[in-house]
């Protein structure tokens, strides 16, 4: 690759495919870990002996930790140069991944050491913030890198080899206690511990994510400082801005797609919450979770997030080639399918259908992670691309907690019944879809080019 370049101009090489695969592999295991955490929450907590008129609580620790620690990373890495520790991003990933693994060994032991109930219950709020703390720190980089070394032309296929690499690890990750019980480890256990499936399944978790993390750490070069300067056309040298006046002067695409976001992972949080108790309640009709049905119902939610991620990797691998005609129309259809998923969830007493919701939820779920993500970066300079994706998550994490804390209300008002929370994620997604036609996408590189 040749560094050389017109000064002023925003012009990123044109990448090997296999590069791309390789920057975002390591993705895999880090959404391993988000997988197993999210399909597994409502279970543990309600194992532990979780009110849950109060269930909402334990979920808004993981988002308040990622509102601070990704735009923390973002800043200091924009800022970072440790050739021997991998570069700018990566030493982020290796400490990240370091704290991860050792907490998802801790995490499905909660239950496990003694501790009465409501100590149970808070070493496990403890456990799920450290352990979102480290994921998130552990995936910033991953989101970084494509902002940093790709071009426009290609980000619609690194969003979407990104997005795949980590459905392929939510896959196996939501396969885990269903396999691991059809194996004949135990999937039911004493009050207020958790099956030996469910633990192992963490186990393997942290040891998938080691391997794949160090693939990447091993595997991918990012461009020093003097490149990276060129490759942008920016001065390597350029004025420095804290993080709020870094805030004021974001594109707006920034905030547009943050409304979309908004509704959108204010929807997905309702269904980590309630999605395992929607479907115990609706097909399996119990609310005991101390029963054998209850955790069968927990293991047939690992297998519709399975269908979600496979759904998700088909249509990840269909959107690679979109343009400014096609990306929005695009966008708002995976949203509609969505709505259509929750809708369906939440009145189905069937497993089938249940099935087909959650293929409707997967394209919900790549189009709202790709697609999003490549309108941003097209419009950011290079200047602080770190920081901006940072504080992007931002809108990941701010709807969570108020869906959460929403949830205190709404719960109690929809008569305490899990699928009613399911029918208001369907509305989310229908305002989502129709607040993705007031972002107006706009492009650094091709402005510049012009």
């Known amino acids: 690759m040749d560094a050389t370049k017109t000064s002023g101009k925003k012009m990123l090489p044109t990448l090997a495919i296999s590069t791309l695969m390789l920057m975002t592999f390591g993705n895999l295991g880090t959404s391993m870990a988000f997988s197993l955490q999210s399909a597994n929450m409502g279970r543990i907590f309600q194992t532990l002996g979780a009110d849950p008129t109060k269930l ?119 396969l885990f206690p269903f396999f691991f019980t059809a ?50 056309g920016i001065d390597e040298n350029g004025e420095k801005l804290n993080m709020f006046q870094i805030l004021k002067r974001a594109p707006k695409v920034f905030w547009t797609l943050g409304l979309v976001e908004f509704f959108c992972w204010a929807g997905f949080q309702y269904l980590w919450t309630y999605g395992t108790g929607t479907v115990a309640q609706n097909i399996w009709h119990t609310t005991d979770v101390a029963s054998a049905a209850f955790q069968n119902a927990g293991n047939w939610f690992g297998i519709l997030s399975a269908i979600e991620t496979v759904t998700a990797i088909v249509w990840g691998l269909m959107i690679t080639k979109l343009n400014n005609k096609t990306r929005k129309p695009v966008y708002t259809l995976g949203l509609i399918l969505g709505a259509i998923g929750f809708f369906t969830l939440a009145t189905t007493h069937s497993q089938a259908i249940s099935a087909v919701s959650f293929v409707l939820l997967g394209i919900a779920w790549v189009t709202m992670n790709a ?24 809108w990941i994490c701010l709807p969570q907690i108020i869906a959460s804390v929403a949830s205190f209300a709404l719960y109690p008002m929809l008569g305490n019944f899990m699928p009613h929370m399911i029918l208001i994620s369907a509305i989310l997604f229908v305002m989502g879809a129709a607040a993705v036609w007031v972002v107006k996408e706009t492009s650094v590189e091709h402005d510049a080019s012009n």
Not at 371 to 394: E, H, K, V
């Open 371 to 394: 697609i999003p993500f490549t309108i941003l970066t097209n419009a950011l300079d290079g200047t602080n691309d770190g920081s901006y994706m940072g504080l992007f998550n931002s």
């Open 56 to 174: 909402g609580f334990f979920f808004i620790l993981p988002p308040l930790a990622g509102m601070v620690v990704q735009p923390l990373v973002g800043f200091f890495s924009d800022k970072t140069w440790l050739p021997k520790l991998g570069g700018r991003r990566l030493p982020y990933l290796i400490l990240g991944s370091l704290v991860a693994i050792i907490v998802m060994c801790l995490l499905p032991n909660s239950g496990s050491f003694g501790f009465k109930a409501s100590n149970a219950l808070w070493f496990g709020a403890i456990a799920i913030l450290f352990m979102d703390l480290s994921s998130n720190m552990s995936m910033q980089p991953f989101k970084m890198m494509i902002s940093d070394m790709v071009n426009d032309e290609q980000k619609d296929m690194a969003w979407s080899w990104q997005t795949i690499w980590g459905n392929i690890g939510g896959v196996v990750a939501n």
């Open 183 to 232: 194996i004949g480890v135990v999937n039911v256990a004493s009050a207020g511990q958790l099956p030996a499936s469910v633990k192992i399944s963490f186990y393997v978790g942290a040891l998938l994510l080691a391997l794949s993390a160090g693939f990447t750490i091993f595997k991918v070069q990012e461009y020093d400082p003097k490149t990276y300067a060129q490759y942008h």
